[in-house]
């Protein structure tokens, strides 16, 4: 579990399957067997060298996120698992990936820059204004939305402490649903207790 609050920018060393990132806060505390969110992926460390952490990424994970994109020198967002006693600043974050969107458009507005993204009906038929969703693992407000696409108004310090202040319009992001939202629907259609 996460919170959605970003600890540092990693560089991509090595690209999948077998992704090496150069992340120097997160491997000081990191262990083999730690979870840590990879732009909103959760990966588990499997080997730590100094500073390079290592991670395997299955194909399900590739083909679900935009992690099989990455290069060498790609800056990604990381947070380590929350741990008990930690402050939860952001909101509940799986770091499940529910789909891939991309940036439309980013407008400066005042100090902050208001970020419109477009994403699949699987994210937005749990979109809320006011209500909070994970763009490349960062807590997020959704100011506004529509049938193709929600707003999120993006402080500066946000913008230097995570890679969405390096998106351009066309760029691919993951995306993560509010945790509620998919409860509430589940309850809604009498189906929670259900299992195969």
Same mark, same amino acid.
């Given at each position: 579990?996460?919170?959605?609050?970003?600890?540092?920018?990693? &560089?991509?060393?090595?690209?999948?399957?077998?992704?090496?990132?150069? *992340?120097?806060?997160? *491997?000081?505390? *990191?262990?083999?067997?730690?979870?840590?969110?990879?732009? !909103?992926?959760? $990966?588990?460390?499997?080997?730590?060298?100094?500073?390079?952490?290592?991670?395997?990424?299955?194909?399900? +994970? $590739?083909?679900?996120?935009?992690?099989?994109? $990455?290069?060498? !020198?790609? %800056?990604?967002?990381?947070?380590?698992?929350?741990?008990?006693?930690?402050?939860? !600043?952001? =909101? $509940? @974050?799986?770091? =499940?990936?529910?789909?891939?969107?991309?940036?439309?458009?980013?407008?400066? &507005?005042?100090?902050?820059?208001?970020?419109? /993204?477009?994403?699949?009906?699987?994210?937005?038929?749990?979109?809320?204004?006011?209500?909070?969703?994970?763009?490349?693992?960062?807590?997020?407000?959704?100011?506004?939305?529509?049938?193709? +696409? /929600?707003?999120?108004?993006?402080?500066? =310090? +946000?913008?230097?402490?995570?890679?969405?202040?390096?998106?351009? %319009?066309?760029?691919? @992001?993951?995306? &993560?649903?509010?945790?509620?939202?998919?409860? @509430?629907?589940?309850?809604?259609?009498?189906?929670?207790?259900?299992?195969?």
């Amino acid at each position: 579990m996460f919170t959605g609050i970003v600890i540092e920018q990693g &560089e991509v060393v090595e690209p999948p399957p077998r992704l090496v990132l150069r *992340a120097p806060s997160t *491997a000081a505390d *990191a262990v083999v067997g730690d979870s840590v969110a990879i732009d !909103g992926c959760c $990966l588990t460390v499997v080997a730590i060298d100094g500073e390079l952490l290592s991670f395997d990424a299955v194909p399900e +994970t $590739l083909r679900r996120t935009t992690l099989g994109r $990455l290069a060498p !020198g790609s %800056a990604v967002n990381l947070e380590p698992a929350l741990r008990a006693g930690d402050r939860m !600043g952001g =909101h $509940l @974050v799986q770091g =499940h990936v529910d789909a891939v969107g991309s940036l439309v458009a980013a407008q400066p &507005e005042g100090d902050a820059v208001n970020m419109t /993204f477009r994403a699949p009906e699987a994210v937005l038929r749990y979109v809320i204004e006011k209500g909070s969703i994970g763009v490349n693992g960062v807590s997020l407000t959704v100011t506004a939305f529509d049938d193709e +696409t /929600f707003s999120v108004s993006v402080i500066p =310090h +946000t913008r230097s402490v995570t890679n969405l202040g390096r998106l351009e %319009a066309g760029d691919e @992001v993951n995306l &993560e649903a509010d945790l509620f939202g998919k409860y @509430v629907e589940r309850m809604q259609a009498g189906r929670a207790f259900q299992t195969r």
